[in-house]
């Protein structure tokens, strides 16, 4: 499990366009994304527009050809601005992982010149969480298509993209445990069936959706059939645990700065003092920044361990998205507490992240499986157990 190396001189540039977009258009939009649950069109378009949607994307077909630490850095920055953009983000760059492997160039051209937003369509009603262990069909029929049967119940930018990273049961049920897809949004048989009014990520568009008699062309298929599992293990599950580490750091980091601008300029008018001049609160300020530069800390470390091929790769992966889960639920529900109730109110912006912050537990696979996936690899025993693969 590799990616690539990048340098100092790329992010710099990167993240230089990115302030940019966040000034003008992300930060601005933040607070309404989130109030009306409304999918943050104006700023992915603009993310696309910078090419910041094509990072990852090979330089052969137009690309940045950056690897993961770049993009990490990215959702990082985006995440500590507004949740539900970096979300969108995430889910569009753990599904590219898969198009640059397997899929069609005009699309992965698609992708690396910002004309193509694309998701994973994993959850489903039958299995939840268990991503590896899809219901949904997928039956060859006489015309050489395949029809697609499933009832997803999360998928991120549902109706707001132009494709699905799509998981099935394979054609061959002998053939392994999962197959995937690339679904072309506005396929017919392909609906969204819900609305999405979360706790928290709120213009997300994490909604459910229904194929039915949804037939795509047996090309559709990337890698073997039978073989979804193991590009979903190798090739995105890398991705999507490290990016969603570095969108918790980035709440986490964004809450500590809050709560440290709360308390140096908020002073009691009988004594004077400000809040910072208790040694309590420096005390509690001091461990929420610590927790949070542990998690940077343990991310670099992980972003390492891939760039360099090291033999804890795996582990790295599995550990940190359950501790950055762990680290961000804490340290929000810490700066709530440490700016009282000034947090309450919407204006300091720490109720919008401690609720952000809820979902990286929850999202498959959760902080349960991966402490027992973790326990597993560092035991010696295969990821999943042979039945559930």
């Known amino acids: 499990m590799t990616t690539t190396v990048d340098n100092a001189h790329p992010i710099t540039d990167v993240t230089s366009t990115l302030g940019t977009l966040i000034d003008d258009v992300i930060r601005p939009q933040a607070t309404t994304v989130d109030r009306e649950g409304v999918f943050p069109r104006q700023g992915v378009d603009a993310l696309a527009a910078a090419g910041l949607l094509g990072l990852a994307s090979s330089t052969e077909v137009g690309g940045g050809g950056h690897g993961m630490r770049v993009v990490a850095a990215v959702v990082e920055r985006l995440a500590a601005e507004c949740g539900s953009t970096a979300m969108v983000v995430l889910m569009h760059y753990?599904?590219?992982?898969?198009?640059?492997?397997h899929g069609p160039r005009e699309v992965r051209a698609g992708i690396a010149t910002g004309g193509h937003l694309t998701t994973l369509a994993f959850s489903e009603y039958g299995s939840r969480s268990h991503f590896w262990s899809p219901t949904g069909t997928a039956t060859a029929t006489d015309d050489g298509s395949v029809r697609l049967d499933a009832r997803k119940s999360w998928v991120t930018s549902a109706g707001e993209v132009d494709s699905y990273v799509w998981s099935s049961l394979p054609v061959t049920l002998a053939a392994g445990p999962m197959t995937l897809w690339l679904v072309p949004a506005g396929s017919a048989g392909l609906s969204v069936t819900g609305d999405f009014d979360g706790l928290g990520l709120r213009g997300n568009g994490?909604?459910?959706?229904?194929?039915?008699?949804?037939?795509?062309?047996?090309?559709?298929?990337?890698?073997?059939?039978?073989?979804?599992l193991d590009t979903a293990l190798g090739a995105v599950l890398p991705w999507f645990l490290v990016l969603n580490a570095a969108f918790c750091?980035?709440?986490?980091?964004?809450?500590?700065?809050?709560?440290?601008?709360?308390?140096?300029?908020?002073?009691?008018a009988h004594t004077g003092a400000a809040l910072r001049d208790a040694p309590v609160t420096r005390r509690d300020l001091a461990r929420l920044m610590i927790r949070t530069d542990a998690l940077r800390a343990f991310l670099g470390d992980t972003l390492t361990a891939?760039?360099?091929?090291?033999?804890?790769?795996?582990?790295?992966?599995?550990?940190?998205k359950a501790l950055a889960g762990e680290t961000v639920a804490d340290v929000t529900d810490g700066a709530m507490q440490l700016c009282g109730g000034s947090a309450f109110r919407k204006e300091l912006g720490l109720e919008r992240r401690f609720r952000d912050s809820?979902?990286?537990?929850?999202?498959?696979?959760?902080?349960?499986?991966?402490?027992?996936?973790?326990?597993?690899?560092?035991?010696?025993?295969?990821?999943?157990?042979?039945?559930?693969?």
């Open 306 to 320: 891939l760039e360099t091929g090291r033999d804890d790769a795996m582990l790295r992966v599995l550990q940190v």
């Open 94 to 101: 753990a599904a590219t992982a898969v198009i640059e492997a």
């Open 206 to 228: 994490s909604r459910p959706m229904t194929a039915d008699g949804l037939r795509v062309p047996s090309t559709a298929m990337m890698a073997a059939d039978g073989a979804g």
């Open 249 to 268: 750091l980035g709440l986490a980091q964004s809450a500590v700065a809050e709560a440290g601008r709360h308390v140096t300029r908020t002073t009691l």
């Open 358 to 389: 809820r979902a990286a537990r929850v999202m498959a696979p959760t902080t349960d499986a991966l402490h027992d996936f973790v326990g597993r690899v560092a035991t010696g025993l295969p990821l999943l157990d042979e039945a559930n693969r």
